[in-house]
């Protein structure tokens, strides 16, 4: 009962990514495979900007950055799966999403884990996911003259993911010193460049920040 | 849907489902994952910033504004969805008002 509403949610979420998907030259049954396949929200969201005009490594390379948030999700429940065979905790794994996972966390605090649970809330999170990008896919689309609008609303939902990232002044300084770089490497190299640099140079600072934390520790 | 569009997503999908795989994966053979962890959960933030710093700068006023709307939005909690539609339609008020 308690994915329901996060399973609406989901959906309109996915009806938002299908009709994005369209106003970027993709078609229906690419969006609805994109979610049926690859099933991440904030990696679909990601693509979208760069999906006509990137190759496909630096696609794969952003889809593995932005997934990272799995291995903690992963860790958080990988201890539930600790003793069984792998045929019996991989495959399940393919419907861990942020959501179901803090369900099941919520629920193993007074109850023992329950591989139905989990699974029952992925698959309706799954299904809620894929039709309503399916949906969106198939909202009457025209040409719009908002494709620019269309872009900002795709960053909008970047900027939402973000807050809840945002850790206080170590974030504030991370973020600062990678959207420098992001905007100069725009200002002078392509708009894919401009997120590889950005990313380089927020990596770079993390791990000097994390050297003089363990230095001063 | 062309092979290559099904190929591209293909290898997408088992970059997504890699990293599903990865956190349990680390846990069933790694004894402390104490260390690891807190370095990795810095990326995501990295890569949205980088994502979105050239494009709210373009966008001007009628851009910054919705960006920091849309942000305490969700800060506080608001659904994904909510917070971006919002940010969204402020963004196209300000962009005919500016």
Known sequence: ?217 | MSLDSFLMIAGIAVAAYGMRCSGVWLVRRMNDVSRVLPVLQEFPGIILTAAVAPAFLDAGVAGILPLIVTSLLAARKSSLSFSSIFGFLLFLLLRSIL
């Open chain 1, 1 to 217: 009962m308690a994915s329901f509403p996060i399973a609406a949610v989901s959906f309109l979420d996915g009806c938002i990514f299908g009709f994005l998907a369209r106003s970027h030259e993709l078609t229906s049954g690419e969006a609805t495979s994109m979610s049926i396949l690859i099933t991440s929200g904030a990696a679909q969201f990601l693509l979208l900007p760069y999906w006509n005009q990137s190759s496909i490594g630096l696609l794969i390379l952003l889809t593995a950055l932005i997934s990272v948030r799995y291995l903690f999700l992963g860790a958080g429940v990988g201890v539930f799966f600790r003793g069984r065979p792998a045929i019996q905790t991989y495959p399940f794994l393919f419907f861990l999403f942020d959501e179901n996972w803090a369900l099941t966390l919520h629920q193993t605090r007074n109850n023992h884990f329950s591989l139905p649970y989990f699974l029952g809330a992925g698959v309706l999170l799954y299904f809620a996911w894929v039709t309503g990008t399916l949906a969106g896919s198939l909202f009457p689309y025209r040409e719009l003259s908002h494709h620019e609008s269309l872009n900002l609303l795709i960053h909008l939902i970047f900027a939402a993911i973000l807050a809840g990232q945002w850790n206080g002044r170590r974030s504030f300084a991370l973020w600062s010193i990678t959207a420098v770089a992001a905007i100069v490497a725009k200002e002078f190299l392509a708009v894919e460049w401009s997120l590889v640099a950005g990313t380089v140079a927020g990596l770079l600072t993390m791990l000097l920040l994390r050297s003089f934390q363990d230095q001063r520790s």
